[in-house]
T-cell receptor, first 110, second 112 residues
């Protein structure tokens, strides 16, 4: 099956700074890479995704990049705000199954 | 999008007993998934449940321990059998509704 690694496990940034979370995957057949945000005690929610035929995608302050050759993808959050504090999970989809990274706990310091 | 509900939202159980978790979706979906999320950890796929066929289990999970039912396209159950404290976790059901996975609110299980 797919193996997804995610770094860092924890990340603290000052409000207004940028945050970057990186993931690698093992199976070159994976073709869909979503990112989920999970606030404390709540379910994971999709925030952005990218497909293997695209190198970069942006949605306001959030962007995702994908390097298929190197099998890694990254989440970029600019102008961070306290409400961005949460755990973020990357995932790689192989067929209908999603394999999740280990999560990054992001803290935005006001 | 898909709206998913789970019952119970939380439970405290004695070791050796079993608990059945229900997952209801507001639309018909082909595939439903059951995940486990231990405290502070990532989501681990337990099994994929297709209507009308046996569930497909991931490595490390077996049907005797986690029997799953999928009687129709909007409902599934996961049973955690013969529980031990190591089964304490959050259990989430999930559906794929095109090109996105939606998660239920989760069931927080504590085994004493």
């Amino acid at each position: 099956g797919e193996n997804v690694e995610q770094h860092p496990s924890t990340l603290s940034v000052q409000e207004g700074d940028s945050a970057v979370i990186k993931c690698t995957y093992s199976d070159s057949a994976s073709n869909y890479f979503p990112w989920y945000k999970q606030e404390l005690g709540k379910r994971p929610q999709l925030i952005i995704d990218i497909r293997s035929n695209v190198g970069e995608k942006k949605d306001q302050r959030i962007a995702v990049t994908l390097n298929k050759t190197a099998k890694h993808f990254s989440l970029h959050i600019t102008e961070t705000q306290p409400e961005d504090s949460a755990v973020y999970f990357c995932a790689a989809s192989l067929g209908n199954q999603f394999y999740f990274g280990t999560g990054t706990s992001l803290t935005v310091i006001p | 999008s898909a709206v998913i509900s789970q019952k119970p939202s939380r439970d405290i159980c004695q070791r050796g007993t079993s608990l059945t978790i229900q997952c209801q979706v507001d639309s018909q979906v082909t595939m439903m998934f059951w995940y486990r999320q231990q405290p502070g950890q990532s989501l681990t796929l337990i099994a994929t449940a297709n209507q009308g066929s046996e569930a497909t289990y991931e490595s490390g999970f077996v049907i005797d321990k986690f029997p799953i039912s999928r009687p129709n396209l909007t409902f599934s159950t996961l049973t955690v059998s013969n529980m031990s404290p190591e089964d304490s976790s959050i259990y989430l059901c999930s559906v794929e509704a095109p090109n996105e996975q939606f998660f239920g609110p989760g069931t927080r299980l504590t085994v004493l």
